[in-house]
């Protein structure tokens, strides 16, 4: 055989592997391009408040900040960030000022290339740029339906999961809460009464409602005391927590995710929580994957 020919083998082989994890329906290579989308965004004489209401009506972790130089990012976690530090309502902030300079990844680069540099630049969003401006953006969140309409896998959540949660007491307040979540740099908290038992859990959203509803009453000082200080995590938490078993596979969580639109799900082994899956450690598993 000669050289030409094992050269062509090889490459059928592995692409031949490659195919068996993807359905048919998809191409060979899935890039950024493919699954970007068209920039959710507001101009740069937006407020923060402004951000937020975005933020909640499209159901999204950030929003794109078109800023009279350039263009930035600002998040839910930035967000949160502002709320800790900031002692004025947010509809005294400027959203130029807050935004944080966004991630730029070339259109053509592979989906687990991309999911690798989410990880390791923490971020939940990728800018795609075109002439200078952005023209899409690429988010964790379509990241994780890409891998559940793709991919069939026997990958089970044990695989991917993050054991452990961090967890307050309903008395303890929005500031303390939220600066928890802020500094240990998670997504969620799990409330539990003096038992241990899970009575809610809270995310970013949660807070970011919050901060919209105290914004907009009259002579509040809920901003000016420090946000939220004097308001118990009990008021603002979600009741009903979304749980799978350990069983429970990769693909049925993602399906979850998007179904839902959340960001993750607890874990529970004999009715206890030992865990959460977010869409961080889906992502997690795409950047281990084969291109």
């Given at each position: 055989?000669?050289?030409?020919?094992?050269?062509?083998?090889?490459?059928?082989?592995?692409?031949?592997?490659?195919?068996?994890?993807?359905?048919?329906?998809?191409?060979?290579?899935?890039?950024?391009?493919?699954?970007?989308?068209?920039?959710?965004?507001?101009?740069?004489?937006?407020?923060?408040?402004?951000?937020?209401?975005?933020?909640?009506?499209?159901?999204?972790?950030g929003i794109l900040v078109r800023g009279s130089k350039s263009d930035g990012?600002?998040?839910?976690?930035?967000?949160?960030?502002?709320?800790?530090?900031?002692?004025?309502?947010?509809?005294?902030?400027?959203?130029?000022?807050?935004?944080?300079?966004?991630?730029?990844?070339?259109?053509?680069?592979?989906?687990?290339?991309?999911?690798?540099?989410?990880?390791?630049?923490?971020?939940?969003?990728?800018?795609?740029?075109?002439?200078?401006?952005?023209?899409?953006?690429?988010?964790?969140?379509?990241?994780?339906?890409?891998?559940?309409?793709?991919?069939?896998?026997?990958?089970?959540?044990?695989?991917?999961?993050?054991?452990?949660?961090?967890?307050?007491?309903?008395?303890?307040?929005?500031?303390?809460?939220?600066?928890?979540?802020?500094?240990?740099?998670?997504?969620?908290l799990l409330i539990k009464d003096e038992g241990g038992?899970?009575?809610?859990?809270?995310?970013?959203?949660?807070?970011?409602?919050?901060?919209?509803?105290?914004?907009?009453?009259?002579?509040?000082?809920?901003?000016?005391?420090?946000?939220?200080?004097?308001?118990?995590?009990?008021?603002?938490?979600?009741?009903?927590?979304?749980?799978?078993?350990?069983?429970?596979?990769?693909?049925?969580?993602?399906?979850?995710?998007?179904?839902?639109?959340?960001?993750?799900?607890?874990?529970?082994?004999?009715?206890?929580?030992?865990?959460?899956?977010?869409?961080?450690?889906?992502?997690?598993?795409?950047?281990?994957?084969?291109?």
């Amino acid at each position: 055989m000669s050289k030409t020919n094992i050269l062509e083998n090889i490459t059928l082989s592995y692409f031949s592997h490659t195919l068996l994890k993807q359905k048919h329906s998809i191409p060979l290579i899935t890039t950024a391009e493919d699954l970007a989308k068209e920039p959710i965004s507001i101009n740069h004489n937006a407020t923060v408040y402004g951000a937020i209401e975005k933020i909640i009506e499209c159901n999204i972790s950030g929003i794109l900040v078109r800023g009279s130089k350039s263009d930035g990012i600002l998040s839910q976690k930035e967000i949160a960030g502002i709320l800790l530090s900031e002692q004025k309502n947010i509809k005294e902030i400027p959203a130029e000022e807050k935004m944080q300079k966004g991630i730029t990844v070339d259109r053509y680069a592979p989906i687990p290339n991309c999911a690798d540099m989410m990880l390791r630049q923490k971020t939940n969003t990728l800018l795609i740029m075109e002439d200078g401006r952005v023209s899409g953006v690429l988010t964790k969140h379509d990241l994780v339906r890409h891998y559940y309409e793709n991919y069939d896998e026997s990958a089970r959540i044990t695989n991917a999961m993050s054991v452990g949660s961090f967890f307050v007491m309903p008395q303890t307040t929005l500031y303390d809460a939220l600066n928890k979540m802020h500094t240990n740099q998670i997504s969620r908290l799990l409330i539990k009464d003096e038992g241990g038992n899970p009575v809610g859990i809270t995310t970013f959203k949660n807070f970011l409602n919050c901060a919209i509803y105290h914004s907009n009453r009259y002579e509040d000082n809920t901003f000016l005391s420090g946000f939220g200080k004097k308001i118990p995590i009990s008021q603002i938490m979600t009741k009903n927590v979304i749980t799978v078993s350990t069983n429970t596979a990769l693909t049925k969580v993602a399906k979850i995710l998007i179904e839902y639109r959340i960001h993750g799900v607890a874990v529970t082994s004999g009715q206890k929580i030992i865990g959460f899956v977010t869409e961080k450690d889906i992502v997690r598993h795409i950047a281990q994957m084969d291109i």
